[in-house]
């Protein structure tokens, strides 16, 4: 059995993959992996010993060095990724039983059309629910397309969405499609989800609304038990003293800007606690030289979070359900996207709190730590990560294989 697994996003949208990969492999498949073309994504997957081709632009360079998404950008943007899709997928898909395609919604639409052409199984995956459309709540709205405020009703709502995502993306699917003898597709969203999307997220921290519109499937997050040590300098500095905060944004660093760290080691220092800094995306230094203060690169977080007394994140998913996981309480600073939603479900699941915006000052940030450093919440944090499931990968694993055949 052969199955290639495709991506195109951040570490949120590769991360997953390696879980999913060595659960496969695990159960006697061969594994194939498209994903962005950055170092860290194909270092991090040969660790595991699966190989991976770039498809698509740097997500890195994209993030750090590119004017953000605007409705101006957008769709070049997509059109760009598409027919990268389509240069790349069809030769590494080529003897494939499966093809998984998560991400951008334009990359799980051109890589579900190159599985259409060779006629090979397809299963799309959303590593959050807020673009699944359900009654029960709103769509997000795209850059540069907010909804009208008129319209309040989730149904119309989400019908709106299905319109942004045809005028944005469907030209330049349907372009590529002609290409290799596709026809047209009249819903883009309804193309790049179909009937049945799987959900890989936790059912505890991301419960999904049972609808009749969409039959999904959820099967738990992807993640692997990671056991790569933590580097001496940041084994030492844990040593050292008492458990430490860490402050992370990840990809958003660049979003989150220096001063939003800054004012998070202020805080953090104001109660009385050390501070480990992420560097991110954006390669955040330290604010002076007191050595109540350390700065980490690219770093095992499985192993780091049950070691610190809070982490402080931009509320990407995998950061989430690993600080759930861990038992460590949480604050997140949403930058945008999901992020202010997974703020959200930490703050009513008690496990930590959800910053009210993106930029932090020192007295909310000071505010939050509070709480999150509260005995209480770190007694729920420990109380919920009993309840998070480890086994999504390999559920997931078995799921695809079973459908395969």
Partial sequence: MRVLLSTYGSRGDVEPLVGLAVRLRELGAEVRVCAPPDEVFAERLAGVGVSVVG?????????????????????????????????????????????????????????????????????SVIFQQLTLPSPQRPPLAYPGRPFPPEVTDNRALWDLDALSINALFREALNTNRATIGLPPVDSVRHYAFGDRPWLATDPVLDPWPETPDLDVVQTGAWVLPDERPLPSD????????????YVGFGSMAVRAGEEAARVAVEAVRSQSRRVLVGRGWAELGLVD?????FAVGEVNHQSLFPRVAAVVHHGGAGTTTTAARAGTPQVVVPQLADQPYWAARVAELGIGVAHDGPVPTYESLTAALKTALDPETAARAKAVAGTVRTDGAMVAARLLLDAAR
């Fill in 55 to 123: 498809v698509g632009p740097s997500a890195r360079a994209l993030m750090t060095g590119a004017p953000p998404p605007s409705k101006t950008n957008l769709p070049q943007r997509a059109a760009d990724l598409i027919a990268s899709q389509f240069a790349v997928i069809p030769a590494v898909a080529e003897g494939c039983d499966v093809l998984v395609a998560t991400g951008a919604m334009p990359a799980i639409a051109g890589a579900r059309s190159v599985a259409e052409k060779l006629g090979i199984g397809h299963v």
């Fill in 289 to 293: 030289d007191r050595d109540d203060c």
């Fill in 234 to 245: 940041v084994e030492a500095f844990l040593d050292a003293g008492t458990p430490p905060v």
